[in-house]
């Protein structure tokens, strides 16, 4: 179980949609939207900070931890076999 993502996560996890892209299509384009929201709420703050917009502030924090409710909701599926989830488990 992933609790937390660092980049080497990301990247192990964009690398297999990457790698999957024609068999998984959805799940590519939802990862790389999770990970475009990622990088929206991380370049965000700071011009929220700067410009006194407090109210972008709670957007740019879910933009930030949306990846890891993803990758978590993802486990919970896979663990209750509702949901095969491939890339959950690194491939050796």
Request: proline letters at 5%; aromatic letters at 10%; one cysteine or more.
């Amino acid at each position: 179980m992933i609790h937390r993502l660092n980049l080497a996560e990301l990247q192990r996890i964009k690398q297999w949609h990457v790698d999957h892209r024609e068999d998984h299509p959805l799940e590519y384009h939802l990862w790389d939207a999770m990970l475009t929201v990622w990088v929206m709420g991380w370049m965000g703050w700071l011009p929220a900070m700067a410009m006194h917009a407090l109210w972008a502030l709670p957007l740019c924090v879910a933009g930030i931890v949306l990846p890891r409710l993803y990758v978590e909701w993802r486990e919970r599926a896979h663990a209750a076999h509702r949901l095969r989830c491939d890339w959950l488990v690194p491939q050796a």
